[in-house]
C-alpha cells in the first residue's frame, strides 16, 4: 500500500512535494480507514487544480517513477531515462529529479527513493522499518562514490559492479531473485496508471481477462450492474481483429407494446452505447483487479465522459470496507467539484496543485490549508461552494 510519494525538479515540480495517503487526527468518516498498526492510511484521494496546474505532471511523475523501476533492469547502457526536469530556472535545470515513495509491504514499512538526470542514476536508497515501529534501517544507499551496502541487505552483496550507471540497484538486485527487491518491485509494480481520457484500448484487458479467467464475467457483470448502464449482459467477439472494430456486443432487453419482454437486442458497443458506457467498460476490469487485489489505481481526468453519479460510485466503491477488503486505493484528478463534499471525502483526501510566481507547480491538502488568518478549513465547511470562489487557491484565474 502506498503511504507517500515525493517528487522534485521534474517537470512542473521545482521542489519537493509529497502526496500522502496518511491520514491525519482528523474525526469525519473514521471508519473508511485503512488500519495498519498503528497506522492509519486512506483508501482514496482526489487532485483538484486549474489546466496546467500540476495534476497530469503529479500523474506523469507517478508513472515515471514506476516505469523505471520496472524497466531499468533492461536498459541498454546507452538508453536515456526520459527524465524532463523543471526548465524554467537555470539552476534545476541541470540537477537530477527526485523520486521517493513509502509502502506498506505484509507489515513493514520501505522508504526507497533515487534521483536521476536523463542518463544516469545519482542517488539511490533504500531505508526499512520492520513491522511498521522503531527506527528506519538503512538497507543500502548509492552516491556518485558508488554503492553502499549495509549487512543487513545480503541480496544486494556483490551486485554493486553489475549495476550500470543508468540502471537502478534496487531493479537489479530484484533480477537477481533479491527477496526484498522482489517484494519491493512487486508492489510498485501493482500501482496502476492510467488516463481517464485515453482510455480506448483498455477494453482488451476486460475482454481478455473475460476470456481466460474462470467465473470473470459473471463478476464484472455483477459491478456493471451497479452503474445501471442499461444492459445486462455483453459478448465479447473471439476474433481480435472484430473486437478493435465494435470493442463487444451488448444485450439489451426487446419489449412488446405492453412493455413486456419478448427477447433481447444486439448492440455494436462502439456504434450505440455512449461515451460513458464505452469509458466505464473499457475500465471496469481494471477497478475490479485492483479492487480484489488490494492495488492502487491512479486515474487522470477519472471524470472525464461519465456522469457524476457514476464517478462518485467507483470512489465509493474504494471507500467503503465492503466492496474493498483488501485496500486498495485510488488516487485520481479531475474537475468535477461535484464531489466536493465531506460525505464523499475526508479534508486529508483533498489535494490542490497550483503553480506560483515561477510557474513551479505546489502541492497541498485541504486539511493542512490555512486561511489568511491562520485558521484551518473547518469539516462542516460548504467545500465545493468555497473552492469555486477561490477561497483554497488552485483554480483558473480568468481576466477581465
Known amino acids: 500500500m502506498l503511504i507517500n510519494f515525493t517528487v522534485g525538479n521534474y517537470r512542473s515540480f521545482k521542489e519537493n512535494k509529497t502526496l500522502s495517503m496518511e491520514a491525519a ?24 487544480g486549474a489546466n496546467s496546474s500540476g495534476k497530469s505532471n503529479l500523474i506523469k511523475a507517478m508513472g515515471r517513477f514506476t516505469r523505471l523501476v520496472n524497466e531499468s ?5 546507452n538508453d536515456t531515462l526520459g527524465i524532463i526536469p523543471f526548465l524554467l530556472c537555470e539552476e534545476s535545470e541541470n540537477q537530477p529529479s527526485y523520486f521517493e515513495i513509502e509502502l506498506f509491504i505484509e507489515n513493514d514499512i520501505y522508504r526507497y527513493g533515487f534521483a536521476v538526470d536523463n542518463t544516469r542514476v545519482c542517488d539511490e536508497w533504500l531505508f526499512e522499518k ?18 553502499g551496502v549495509e549487512k543487513y ?3 544486494g552483496k556483490g551486485l554493486e559492479d553489475k549495476t550500470r550507471d543508468n540502471a537502478l540497484f534496487l531493479s537489479i538486485v530484484d ?5 526484498i527487491a522482489k517484494k519491493i518491485v512487486r508492489e510498485i509494480s501493482e500501482i496502476w496508471i492510467i488516463s481517464g481520457i485515453f482510455h480506448d484500448l483498455l477494453f482488451e484487458f476486460t475482454n481478455t481477462a473475460c476470456d481466460n479467467i474462470n467465473n470473470f464475467k459473471e463478476e464484472i457483470l455483477d459491478l456493471i450492474k451497479k452503474f445501471d448502464l442499461g444492459f445486462d449482459d455483453f459478448v465479447v467477439p473471439k476474433d481480435k481483429e472484430l473486437a478493435r472494430q465494435i470493442k463487444a456486443y451488448t444485450l439489451h432487453n426487446k419489449y412488446d ?8 437486442k444486439q448492440f455494436n458497443m462502439l456504434e450505440h452505447e455512449s461515451s460513458g458506457t464505452n469509458k466505464l467498460f473499457d475500465l471496469i476490469a481494471i477497478i475490479f483487479v485492483a479492487l480484489k487485489d488490494g492495488y492502487t ?11 457524476p453519479i457514476l464517478t462518485r460510485k467507483i470512489i465509493d466503491l474504494f471507500n467503503d470496507k465492503e466492496t474493498n477488503p483488501n485496500n486498495a486505493q485510488l488516487i485520481f484528478a479531475t474537475h468535477d467539484t461535484n464531489l466536493l463534499n465531506t460525505k464523499t471525502f475526508r479534508r486529508d483526501q483533498i489535494w490542490f496543485t497550483e503553480k506560483d510566481n515561477s510557474e513551479a507547480s505546489d502541492l497541498y491538502s485541504l486539511v493542512e490549508f490555512k486561511e489568511l488568518d491562520g485558521r484551518k478549513i473547518r469539516k462542516d465547511s460548504s467545500l465545493e461552494k468555497d ?9 483558473p484565474y480568468i481576466k477581465n
Open 130 to 147: 520492520k513491522d511498521g515501529k522503531g527506527k528506519e534501517k538503512c538497507l543500502f544507499i548509492r552516491t556518485k562514490e558508488g554503492i
Open 297 to 307: 489505481l491512479v486515474v487522470d481526468e477519472l471524470d472525464a465522459k461519465l456522469h
Open 257 to 264: 407494446s405492453q412493455g413486456n419482454i419478448i427477447g433481447n
Open 387 to 395: 473552492y469555486i470562489n477561490g477561497r483554497y487557491g488552485a483554480i
Open 175 to 179: 533480477s537477481f531473485n533479491g527477496i
Open 73 to 77: 533492469s533492461k536498459l541498454n547502457s
Open 25 to 48: 487526527a482528523i474525526t469525519e468518516l473514521k471508519e473508511r480507514l485503512i488500519i495498519k498498526g498503528k497506522h492509519k492510511l486512506l483508501p482514496s484521494a482526489v487532485i483538484y
Open 153 to 155: 541487505f545480503t541480496e
